[in-house]
């Protein structure tokens, strides 16, 4: 059962978002990347995931500077996701801001196939 004071700090987190959390919302949110729904600060045990895909049990973090020194916290923490079937995406605040189209680009390859629309315009 999800914790109530989880579920407040989610909520928290997702009213204050960094710089980073903010540009890659932008492109994940309402359905625009490749379809795919994703959901931001997720509690998933006794974590918050910054963006997760139900669809292909993918968790995306981004790691700003304080994360250079919770290495041994992050593989703990993306252990026990990827004990509970996640797959966990990393990327630093830096890649996002300046490669937004890199991340992008390798959080596609995680997704399932959505349908494409055919040069008429009808799906295939």
Request: charged share 25%.
């Amino acid at each position: 059962m999800r914790n109530q004071k989880s579920l407040s700090f989610a909520k928290k987190l997702r009213s204050q978002p960094t710089e980073a959390e903010g540009r890659l919302w932008y492109h994940l949110r309402a359905k625009r990347f490749a379809e795919a729904k994703f959901r931001r600060q997720t509690v998933i045990g006794p974590f918050i995931a910054d963006f997760t895909c139900r669809a292909a049990m993918l968790v995306i973090e981004l790691d700003g500077d304080a994360h250079g020194n919770t290495v041994e916290a992050d593989a703990a923490r993306t252990a026990f996701l990827e004990a509970q079937g996640w797959r966990v995406l990393r990327f630093s605040n830096n890649d996002v801001i300046s490669n937004i189209e890199g991340v992008l680009s390798a959080i596609v390859r995680f997704l399932p196939l959505s349908p494409t629309l055919s040069p008429e315009g009808e799906r295939e």
